[in-house]
Structure formats: C-alpha cells, structure tokens
Nanobody
C-alpha cells in the first residue's frame, strides 16, 4: 500500500513558478517509478512527467523545457518544479506511482495560472 500526499499548488500569474511536492508513505520508495499527471476541467487526465528509480526522466511535449521532475529518496518525496507557467497549465495535478499490483494516486492539488 502506498499513500501519496501532494502540496504546493496555488494561483500564479502567467510566467510565474510553482513547486509541487508529493510525499509518499510505505517502504521501497526508492524502487518506484514516480510521476505527475494533470487534469483540466472538461479534459482527460494527461501525463506530465515521470522519473525512474535511477533518476531518468521524461516529459510531455507541452511542458518540456519548463517543468522539471526530481526526487529525494531520503525524504520519500518527488517534486515538480514548474516555470514559465501558462494559463493552459491550469489543472489539478496528481502524483502517482504505477506498480505491478496497482496504480496509486494522490488526492491532487490545484494549480491556477491567470493571464
């Protein structure tokens, strides 16, 4: 069982930055692939970024060069640094862990970017 708690969302103007955090409970955090996804009103949930246990990363084309995913295994935490935010980044952001048994999701944190 993995529990995930996101924090760090909020409201910013276009061009601003936010840093999201996701604290994970449970053992073996450092072996997990971790990721962030988002869902805007009326749209499907989309993957934003992922990070492997060894630190390899990948990003959606829409956020490449602006968002950075990272992890601190000592703190069981994964981060999403979001720079140069755009109004189209407005969404609920979710942390997730895909495992062989199940995919675990956090409760989500709202990010609102105003123009």
């Amino acid at each position: 069982q993995v529990q995930l708690v996101e924090s760090g969302g909020g409201s910013v103007q276009a061009g601003g930055s936010l840093r999201l955090s996701c604290a994970a409970s449970g053992s073996n955090f450092n072996t997990y692939l971790m990721g962030w996804a988002r869902q805007a009103p009326g749209k499907q949930r989309e993957l934003v970024a992922g990070i492997t246990s060894s630190g390899g990363t990948n990003y959606a084309d829409s956020v490449k060069g602006r968002f950075t995913i990272s992890r601190d295994n000592a703190k069981n935490t994964v981060y999403l640094q979001m720079n140069s935010l755009k109004p189209e980044d407005t969404a609920v952001y979710y942390c997730f862990v895909p495992t062989s048994k199940a995919a675990y999701w956090g409760q989500g944190t709202q990010v609102t970017v105003s123009s």
